[in-house]
Structure formats: C-alpha cells, structure tokens
C-alpha cells in the first residue's frame, strides 16, 4: 500500500518507511514538550529565589527578597520595615565601612532569616531606588546566579 509522505504532497512512498516517520514525530513532540516543561519549572523556581517577602511571612531557610523602608539606622545593620512588620536586617561591610542608606529610604535586601531567639534578616545584597547594589558579603556561587539573573 502507497501513502503520500506527511511533509510531501507530491511523492508516494511505501507504507514502511511512513511509519518510522510518524514515531519520529511522536518522539520529538514528546521531547519537545518534556523540554518546555522542564523550562517552565526552571523558570518559576527563579521567579520564586527572586519574588518580595512580607517580613511576616518570612521562614527558615530559604533565601529571600525583602523590600520596605528603612526606619532605624544601626552600626551592624538598618531595621526596615514593610505593611507587615519589621526586622533588623544585619548588614555590616566589610572594613567597618559605613553602610551608604538613609532614614525612609526604600529598599530590596537579599538575604534569609536566621534560627534563634530574635527575628534578624542577614543580609547579603541591598538594592536601592536608584538601581544600586550594595554587596554586603560575598554570596556563595548559588547565591551569585541568583543576585546576578533575578535580583535586577
């Protein structure tokens, strides 16, 4: 039995050599989708690293993007404060160098909560309205892909 090519009205060929052809466009359908799923979840766990924590809902021990004004000034770090609530973000540089913030101002910090008796947010990098980044310390390699893909 003679069927036309699926891609080629104008050849007939054997019904054996159509068949593999039709399973080779089943594979790479599937793998096409399988591709596009995998990138869906890649991009909604990047989305995730990068999206506003109130400072209520924040939890151990993912890391996270805080945003809100600063409302107290500290030699170790700022307090800042968002409609949920405040935390003390520790963010002293490295040098004793002073922090480059003021009263009011508002920011994005990244950084996660640390365990213990006290709600504190170490801080890693600070982004300011104006677009700058404060490094507070040095992130580990995870933590660079991150700031440098999703913390814009």
């Known amino acids: 039995m003679l069927r036309q090519f699926p891609h ?3 050849r007939d060929v054997p019904r054996q050599l159509v068949l593999p ?5 089943k594979r790479e359908v599937a793998m096409k989708t399988s591709f596009l799923s995998l990138m869906a979840v890649v991009a909604l ?3 995730g690293c990068a999206s506003t924590t ?4 924040l939890a151990l021990p993912p890391v996270s993007t805080i945003e809100g004004a600063v409302t ?9 404060s968002d ?9 002293k540089l490295p040098e004793n160098k002073k922090l480059n913030i003021s009263l ?3 920011v994005k910090v990244y950084g996660n909560l640390q365990g213990g008796q ?4 170490d801080g890693y990098v600070i982004r300011k309205p104006t677009g700058e980044q404060i490094i507070v310390s040095n992130p580990t390699p995870h933590f660079g892909f991150i700031i440098q893909s999703s913390f814009k």
């Open 54 to 57: 109130p400072v209520k809902n």
């Open 104 to 106: 009011d101002e508002r």
């Open 45 to 47: 766990m990047i989305s």
């Open 8 to 10: 080629d009205g104008h």
């Open 118 to 121: 006290e709600k504190i947010f």
């Open 83 to 91: 409609t949920s609530g405040s935390i003390f973000v520790r963010a």
């Open 21 to 25: 052809y039709a399973h080779q466009q």
């Open 72 to 80: 107290q000034l500290d030699e170790n770090g700022f307090t800042l």
